[in-house]
């Protein structure tokens, strides 16, 4: 069955850069996700990567796309300490007429001052 | 921007009660969706529902759940008998089309004492 990993925890120095990365075992993946969760609070959609493209960036974010090894990965640049929350990769897979996510175990990032 | 809304925030009840947890999607979405996250795991799929039907379910998804759009705007879950077990975060999601990424709700977190 498909299944989505993640490395559990990073940390950074404020202002360095982050990258947390993710590999996937479904080749049918369409779209790539990027979810933020706050302490008690919902999954908030960063971004998301269309399977084709290899590469998106929305100002600090960037998402690289490696299809052939199913790896993800999301680069936060100048990482502040609002940054810091735990970030769910996800990838969404067809499944009759709908496409439901899974969700790998989340990155825990610390961003120390 | 419009959001996925779910209430109550925060639900306890006691083992064997029942438990309706309602989620209001983003009023153009037509592909509704719950999750759940037990503390500490990862974010699961229960079930998809399209068309005022479930498209698919999970083996989490068993004869205690049952989910309904009552209206035009409400989407809810039911847990019919509550276990302990049922005790997690639950999220509510609605996308607007089949191709369209997926927006989350801030969650209920539900205690089964």
């Known amino acids: 069955g498909e299944d989505v990993e993640q490395s559990l925890f990073l940390s950074v120095r404020e202002g360095d850069s982050s990258v947390i990365n993710c590999t996937y075992t479904?080749?049918?993946?369409?779209?790539l996700y990027w979810y933020k969760q706050e302490p008690g609070a919902g999954l908030q959609l960063l971004t998301y990567?269309?399977?084709?493209?290899d590469m998106k960036q929305d100002q600090r974010l960037t998402v690289l796309l490696n299809k052939k090894d199913k790896h993800l990965s999301l680069r936060i640049a100048d990482t502040q300490t609002g940054d810091s929350a735990i970030y769910f990769c996800?990838?969404?897979?067809?499944?009759?007429?709908?496409?439901?996510?899974?969700f790998g175990s989340g990155t825990q990032l610390t961003v120390l001052p | 921007e419009p959001e996925v809304t779910q209430t109550p925030s925060h639900q306890v009840t006691q083992m064997g009660q029942e438990v309706i947890l309602r989620c209001v999607p983003i009023?153009?979405?037509?592909?509704f969706y719950w999750y759940r996250q037990i503390l500490g795991q990862k974010v699961e799929f229960l079930v998809s529902?399209?068309?005022?039907?479930?498209?698919?379910k999970s083996e989490i998804f068993d004869d205690q759940f049952s989910v309904e759009r009552p209206d035009g705007s409400n989407f809810t879950l039911k847990i019919r008998s509550t276990k302990l077990e049922d005790s997690a975060m639950y999220f509510c999601?609605?996308?607007?089309?089949?191709?369209?990424?997926?927006?989350f709700g801030s969650g209920t977190q539900l205690s089964v004492l």
């Open positions: 999601a609605s996308k607007e089309g089949r191709n369209e990424k997926l927006f």
């Open positions: 479904d080749s049918s993946s369409t779209y």
């Open positions: 990567i269309f399977s084709n493209m």
């Open positions: 996800a990838e969404s897979r067809s499944s009759g007429s709908a496409r439901q996510l899974t």
């Open positions: 009023s153009n979405h037509l592909y």
């Open positions: 529902f399209y068309n005022n039907e479930i498209s698919e």
